[in-house]
Nanobody
Framework: QVQLVESGGGLVQPGGSLRLSCAAS????????MGWFRQHPGKERELVAT???????NYVDSVKGRFSISRDNAKNTVYLQMNILKPEDTAVYFC???????????????WGQGTQVTVSS
């Protein structure tokens, strides 16, 4: 079974920084695009950032210039460096990987369990 294991969430002051990590484990043959999503209380899950296997990135407007997504293909790991954090960044953050566990499987999205990020003074 493929699992995405997240770490790095926590409580931070406004203006502070956090670094989230998510490593894919288990039987997985290919991973193409990876990304981070977040869900505020009572709201729909939204895309934060994505990164292709080749390193092309995309960010939601609200985090541009503050967040940076990166990946280590050899480790099947994606990172999200979050700087100048704001209270509105408070959410549960989920990592995502589009891939397949074997050549016989269809491509699908795999999700992490989520990690809480709270920005408050």
């Amino acid at each position: 079974q493929v699992q995405l294991v997240e770490s790095g969430g926590g409580l931070v002051q406004p203006g502070g920084s956090l670094r989230l990590s998510c490593a894919a484990s288990g039987r997985i043959l290919f991973i193409n695009t990876m990304g981070w999503f977040r869900q505020h209380p009572g709201k729909e899950r939204e895309l934060v950032a994505t990164i292709t296997r080749g390193g092309s990135t995309n960010y939601v407007d609200s985090v541009k210039g503050r967040f940076s997504i990166s990946r280590d293909n050899a480790k099947n790991t994606v990172y999200l460096q979050m700087n100048i954090l704001k209270p509105e960044d408070t959410a549960v953050y989920f990592c995502n990987a589009n891939g397949r566990s074997s050549i016989y499987d269809a491509w699908r999205d795999y999700w992490g369990q989520g990690t809480q990020v709270t920005v408050s003074s």
